[in-house]
């Protein structure tokens, strides 16, 4: 894979030369990676829809809220 940066964002890296950023760019891809197949798997046997999801995820924001004042 090639790596593309912008050059203000790899002159700033630049000033951090001891950071290892191959090391954490590889360990956020490998958790983002981990993350998603976390997910697939819970969510592969749910029986309910994207629909439901989203509206229970507001009333628990809500509710969340109210908790919290």
């Known amino acids: ?3 593309i940066l912008p050059k203000d964002l790899e002159a ?5 030369s ?6 954490l760019v590889r360990r956020s891809i490998m958790k ?3 993350e998603i ?3 697939e ?3 592969s046997e749910s029986e309910i ?4 999801a989203i509206k229970l995820g507001k009333e628990l ?6 908790w919290y004042e």
């Open 49 to 52: 829809t994207e629909e439901e």
């Open 37 to 39: 197949a976390f997910m």
């Open 61 to 66: 924001d809500k509710k969340l809220a109210r």
């Open 12 to 16: 700033k890296m630049e000033e951090f």
């Open 18 to 23: 001891e950071i290892g950023w191959e090391f």
């Open 1 to 3: 894979m090639e790596r």
């Open 41 to 43: 798997f819970f969510t």
């Open 32 to 34: 983002k990676l981990e």
